[in-house]
């Protein structure tokens, strides 16, 4: 079963699945300021670019460094331009197509991937042809003991002893479990990028801290910690721009610098100003840099987050990451109120989703009602949709009374800590949990708010510390449900949002299962838990949206799926023409 282009979604290996549709009613919300629409000349343009450094400002990675395991997936924005993979996104239709790989096939019982590679292709800085052996060292980086990736525990499911490179390219990688979803892995939304074996091993880990080598159209030329990454465009032609489908024929830009900066007012003053040409803001900021500054917003082609909130606590107790609990013991922190479920229950009740759409997302948002799951994807109910005003709806005066059926009274609420922190594609998060909480308030939580920095809080909770236990929204990109399972589902992983015996039953099923109907079932069943225990407080799909300046940047095709929500920097086009591009 050969395949050279599959969906972004779940690919099924013997048969095309269909496509996601970037206009589909579950994902597309009707825009305030709408996106600006490409213009069909873009590619003929032959004027100058007006700047040698593009100039892009964000939200402060999840990880400052040059290593690709020693972040949660989110900090793969830093390698966006310097790495590559063996299979990527495609920005306009949402399917896996090669990259590094030409193509690839899935054995029949979905445990051995075979992968043929490009040829001739060279690592930054003289450090050799990208060959199989790349791969296999890459795969062991991700799935080394002291990674601390996202799905550290997907990439350990390759059984590195009998993964092997039949020659130096083609390679046959095999699975411990069977997984025809396993591509989510190998490209950017996995955490995929391919690292220099040859380089490791004359520099080893010093020389990765140092220096960040990969086959990708910029080389990385250094970072102030804290400040902003930067980037030198190659000096010779890359060996993937060459002008075919929606690869450019050459990147714009000699230089990109890369800024972190937390606060969208700060981001919003260098766009006005011109020392920012594309940033992250809030919907309501974007949309008076629209109106009031003739900016124009840039949305990703299909839906780069779901919104949760998660209730910190509500997993097991487990030995040490990676290892599954023996349920012996239900919760890990059993007196914490959200294990009761009339408690998550009055939490999801207490808020006026309506009231967050109109005022904090301008209405450019769409309800989700279960949390890691998506209408075009394997394992859908839509009766989740019919049913969830039902279970979820607005009712305040429902809310107290079921505190009151879990002992709570008027003058003794549940304690409900709320995690305040930016996050990047997700500017609104700090207003958001603010807003949740006056709503929690109303019906009788004991809110509370405690100030994060996201890269922190990330590395502090992975290891279920006591502290993290506070309410946060998280803003999981679009992913495989398969991927979401394993990251929060499973007991012993590292994203542990919501976990009990049953889930943990199911996804040994689906974990041994290469049947895809067999798998859409469990798959299924595992939502319905999810949605009938009120595991999460769901709220939203949202588009990733960028602001630009139209003086400097014409079109930036990207899908909203990579593993940081945003990326395919090398498709940012510049304007070159005298008028602004609009």
Same mark, same amino acid.
């Given at each position: 079963?050969?395949?050279?282009?599959?969906?972004?979604?779940?690919?099924?290996?013997?048969?095309?699945? &269909?496509?996601?549709?970037?206009?589909?009613?579950? #994902? !597309?919300?009707?825009?305030?300021?709408?996106?600006?629409?490409?213009?069909?000349?873009?590619?003929?343009?032959?004027?100058?670019?007006?700047?040698?450094?593009?100039?892009?400002?964000?939200?402060?990675?999840?990880?400052?460094?040059?290593?690709?395991?020693?972040?949660?997936?989110?900090?793969?924005?830093?390698?966006?331009?310097?790495?590559?993979?063996?299979?990527?996104?495609?920005?306009?239709?949402?399917?896996?197509?090669?990259?590094? %790989?030409?193509?690839?096939?899935?054995?029949?019982?979905?445990?051995?991937?075979?992968?043929? =590679?490009?040829?001739?292709?060279?690592? /930054?800085?003289?450090?050799?042809?990208?060959?199989? /052996?790349?791969?296999? /060292?890459?795969? $062991?980086?991700?799935?080394?003991?002291?990674?601390?990736?996202?799905?550290?525990?997907?990439?350990?499911?390759?059984?590195?002893?009998?993964?092997?490179?039949?020659?130096?390219?083609?390679?046959? =990688?095999?699975?411990?479990?069977?997984?025809?979803?396993?591509?989510?892995?190998?490209?950017?939304?996995?955490?995929?990028?391919?690292?220099?074996?040859?380089?490791?091993?004359?520099?080893?880990?010093?020389?990765?801290?140092?220096?960040?080598?990969?086959?990708?159209?910029?080389?990385?030329?250094?970072?102030?910690?804290?400040?902003?990454?930067?980037?030198?465009?190659?000096?010779?032609? +890359?060996?993937?721009?060459?002008?075919?489908?929606?690869?450019?024929?050459?990147?714009?830009?000699?230089?990109?610098?890369?800024?972190?900066?937390?606060?969208?007012?700060?981001?919003?003053?260098?766009? =006005?100003?011109?020392?920012? +040409?594309?940033?992250?803001?809030?919907?309501?900021?974007?949309?008076?840099?629209?109106?009031?500054?003739?900016?124009?917003?840039?949305?990703?082609? #299909?839906?780069?987050?779901?919104?949760?909130?998660?209730?910190?606590?509500?997993?097991?107790?487990?030995?040490?990451?990676?290892?599954?609990?023996?349920?012996?013991?239900?919760?890990?922190?059993?007196?914490?109120?959200?294990?009761?479920?009339?408690?998550?229950? %009055?939490?999801? $009740?207490?808020?006026?989703?309506?009231?967050?759409?109109?005022?904090? #997302?301008?209405?450019?948002?769409?309800?989700?009602?279960?949390?890691?799951?998506?209408?075009?994807?394997?394992?859908?109910?839509?009766?989740?949709?019919?049913?969830?005003?039902?279970?979820?709806?607005?009712?305040?005066?429902?809310?107290?009374?079921?505190?009151?059926?879990?002992?709570?009274?008027?003058?003794?609420?549940?304690?409900?800590?709320?995690?305040?922190?930016?996050?990047?594609?997700?500017?609104?998060?700090?207003?958001?949990?603010?807003?949740?909480?006056?709503?929690?308030?109303?019906?009788?939580?004991?809110?509370?708010?405690?100030?994060?920095?996201?890269?922190?809080?990330?590395?502090? !909770?992975?290891?279920?510390?006591?502290?993290? =236990?506070?309410?946060?929204?998280?803003?999981?990109?679009?992913?495989?449900?398969?991927?979401?399972?394993?990251?929060?589902?499973?007991?012993?992983?590292?994203?542990?949002?919501?976990?009990?015996?049953?889930?943990?039953?199911?996804?040994?099923?689906?974990?041994?299962?290469?049947?895809?109907?067999?798998?859409?079932?469990?798959?299924?069943?595992?939502?319905?838990?999810?949605?009938?225990?009120?595991?999460?407080?769901?709220?939203?799909?949202?588009?990733?949206?960028?602001?630009?300046?139209?003086?400097?940047?014409?079109?930036?095709?990207?899908?909203?799926?990579?593993? %940081?929500?945003?990326?395919?920097?090398?498709?940012? $086009?510049?304007? $070159?023409? &005298?008028?602004?591009?609009?």
């Amino acid at each position: 079963m050969s395949a050279t282009a599959a969906p972004a979604a779940p690919a099924a290996p013997q048969q095309a699945q &269909a496509e996601p549709s970037p206009t589909a009613p579950a #994902f !597309r919300a009707a825009a305030t300021v709408a996106p600006t629409a490409r213009p069909a000349q873009a590619a003929e343009q032959m004027g100058e670019i007006k700047v040698d450094t593009l100039v892009i400002a964000v939200d402060p990675s999840a990880g400052e460094t040059n290593l690709p395991w020693a972040g949660t997936v989110d900090h793969h924005q830093q390698m966006d331009l310097v790495m590559e993979v063996l299979v990527d996104i495609d920005a306009e239709q949402n399917i896996w197509v090669p990259q590094l %790989a030409t193509g690839w096939e899935l054995s029949e019982d979905g445990t051995q991937w075979t992968f043929q =590679l490009v040829e001739g292709v060279q690592f /930054h800085n003289d450090w050799g042809e990208f060959t199989a /052996h790349d791969v296999l /060292h890459s795969a $062991r980086m991700m799935a080394q003991d002291d990674s601390i990736l996202a799905y550290a525990n997907d990439w350990r499911t390759i059984d590195l002893e009998v993964s092997q490179a039949v020659s130096d390219h083609e390679l046959q =990688l095999q699975l411990k479990n069977p997984n025809p979803d396993f591509l989510f892995y190998i490209a950017p939304s996995g955490g995929g990028v391919i690292m220099s074996k040859a380089f490791w091993d004359a520099e080893g880990l010093d020389g990765y801290q140092e220096d960040m080598i990969g086959t990708g159209p910029y080389r990385f030329t250094g970072r102030e910690l804290g400040v902003n990454v930067t980037y030198e465009k190659l000096p010779d032609r +890359h060996w993937r721009l060459n002008g075919e489908g929606s690869n450019p024929p050459e990147v714009d830009w000699p230089f990109v610098d890369l800024r972190w900066i937390s606060e969208p007012a700060t981001r919003n003053a260098g766009l =006005l100003g011109g020392e920012i +040409h594309l940033t992250e803001l809030t919907r309501e900021l974007a949309d008076i840099a629209v109106t009031n500054h003739g900016m124009k917003v840039i949305q990703s082609n #299909f839906p780069g987050n779901q919104l949760w909130g998660v209730f910190e606590g509500t997993y097991s107790l487990n030995e040490a990451p990676g290892i599954a609990s023996d349920w012996s013991v239900q919760w890990m922190y059993p007196d914490l109120p959200a294990t009761d479920i009339r408690v998550r229950e %009055a939490a999801n $009740r207490a808020i006026d989703k309506d009231l967050l759409i109109d005022t904090l #997302f301008s209405g450019r948002v769409t309800i989700s009602p279960v949390g890691g799951f998506y209408p075009n994807l394997p394992g859908w109910d839509p009766t989740w949709l019919e049913r969830y005003d039902e279970l979820y709806g607005y009712d305040p005066e429902r809310a107290r009374e079921l505190l009151a059926e879990a002992g709570y009274t008027e003058d003794d609420g549940p304690d409900q800590k709320l995690m305040v922190m930016n996050i990047f594609g997700f500017p609104e998060s700090p207003d958001l949990m603010q807003a949740i909480g006056v709503m929690m308030a109303d019906v009788g939580f004991e809110v509370t708010y405690e100030e994060w920095q996201f890269n922190t809080f990330v590395a502090e !909770r992975r290891t279920k510390k006591e502290n993290t =236990l506070g309410m946060w929204v998280v803003p999981p990109s679009y992913k495989t449900v398969y991927a979401q399972l394993s990251l929060f589902n499973r007991s012993g992983s590292a994203g542990h949002f919501y976990e009990t015996e049953e889930l943990d039953e199911l996804f040994f099923r689906l974990s041994n299962s290469a049947d895809l109907d067999e798998r859409a079932m469990i798959q299924n069943e595992m939502g319905d838990i999810i949605f009938e225990e009120y595991a999460y407080i769901p709220l939203f799909y949202i588009f990733i949206e960028f602001v630009a300046n139209p003086e400097i940047i014409d079109t930036w095709e990207f899908p909203g799926s990579d593993g %940081a929500n945003y990326g395919h920097f090398d498709l940012i $086009r510049a304007c $070159r023409t &005298a008028d602004p591009c609009y």
